[in-house]
C-alpha cells in the first residue's frame, strides 16, 4: 500500500496483513533491495504513514555493531537509552510550523513494550541483553577507530545509524516503539579480530533474520489489544501552543498525530 504523507515519501509501499491473529504493518526501513541510506531514511513520513495506518505500536529490527566485548554477533541487545551523534533535529520532528511540543524523552523506548520483546526472545531461545544505550551516528561509512574507541570507553552498548529519529517521531505519534538491536560485528574499536566490512555485516544480518522473525511471532500475541500505556498519551501535557493559535495547515498535515486533541471532524480549508 502507497501512502502519500505531508513530508515525502515513506522508505517503500507499506506490507499489511495479519500475524497470529492481529493485524500487522511492515516497512522495509531502506526500501525493498535496500536502496536508501540511513542518512536519506524519512522518519516523518514513515511514522506518519503508520499512524495513519492506525499502527499504536513499533518493533523496530535493526543491525547494530557492539561496543562491549559482552555483546557478542548474533546477540540481541532490546536497548532502553539513545545517545544521539545526529545533525537532523527538525527531520526528527513532526512539530514546528506554528505549533511547539515538546514530548518526555528521558525514556526513549516503551518499557511495556521492551519487556515483553525481552520474554519473547528468551522463549525462543535468543542471546539477549537486558537494556543498553544506542549511539545513533549518521554514517553512511562506518565509525573511525578514535570514534569506536571514544564510544567504548564511555561505557555505550551498541552502535547503529537509525533508530533515534524513528524513536522520536514514534513517540510524537504516540505510538509505543522498542528495538530489537541485532549484534552483526564488534564495530572497529576492538583490534583482536576483523574490523567491520559490509560483507560481515550481511552474513550475520541473514543469521539474526530467522531469530528475528521468531521474535516477532511470539511477541505479537502479548501485546495488549488496547492502546493504553504511557507512551500513548505522550502528547498529553507537551503543546505548548494555546489551540486557538493552530495553524489550519499545520493541522491539517499532523491530523493522524493529533486526532484526539482536535474534538469533533472540522473542514480545513
Known amino acids: 500500500m502507497k501512502i502519500h504523507t505531508p513530508f515525502g515519501a515513506p522508505s517503500d509501499a507499506l506490507l499489511t496483513g495479519r500475524l497470529t491473529g492481529r ?157 530489537l538491536a541485532m549484534v552483526t560485528d564488534y564495530d572497529c574499536w576492538k583490534d583482536d579480530g576483523a574490523h567491520v566490512t559490509v560483507e560481515m555485516v550481511i552474513d550475520y544480518l541473514h543469521r539474526n533474520a530467522e531469530m528475528a522473525r521468531r521474535i516477532i511471532a511470539d511477541v505479537i500475541p502479548r501485546i495488549p489489544a488496547p492502546p493504553a500505556w504511557p507512551s500513548h498519551e505522550a502528547l498529553k501535557n507537551a503543546i505548548l501552543t494555546d489551540r486557538k493559535f493552530w495553524p489550519a495547515k499545520t493541522i491539517k498535515e499532523l491530523r493522524p498525530v493529533l486526532a484526539k486533541y482536535l474534538g469533533p471532524p472540522q473542514r480545513i480549508k
Not at 513499533?58 to 555483546?71: E, F, K, N, P, T
Not at 571514544?150 to 545509524?161: C, K, S
Request: net charge positive; glycine share 8%.
Open 23 to 179: 493485524d500487522v504493518v511492515f516497512l522495509p526501513r531502506h526500501g525493498r533491495g535496500h536502496r536508501l541510506l540511513p542518512s536519506e531514511l524519512n522518519h516523518r513520513a514513515n511514522i506518519w504513514a503508520m499512524k495513519k495506518l492506525g499502527v499504536a505500536w513499533v518493533v523496530s529490527v535493526s543491525a547494530v555493531g557492539s561496543l562491549q566485548a559482552r555483546y557478542r554477533p548474533c546477540d540481541i541487545v532490546v536497548i532502553d537509552q539513545f545517545v544521539d551523534r545526529t545533525k537532523k533535529a527538525l527531520e526528527h520532528t513532526f512539530f514546528g510550523r506554528g505549533i511547539v511540543a515538546h514530548v518526555a524523552f528521558a525514556h526513549p523506548i516503551c518499557e511495556e513494550l521492551r519487556q515483553r520483546l525481552l520474554q519473547s526472545a528468551r522463549a525462543c531461545g535468543a542471546r539477549v541483553h537486558d537494556g543498553g544505550a544506542y549511539v545513533n551516528m549518521e554514517g553512511p561509512a562506518f565509525s573511525t577507530r578514535a570514534e569506536s574507541l571514544t564510544n567504548h570507553r564511555a561505557g555505550y552498548d551498541v552502535i547503529g545509524m537509525t533508530n533515534l529519529g524513528e524513536a522520536k517521531c514514534a513517540r510524537e505519534a504516540e505510538i509505543a516503539y522498542a528495538t
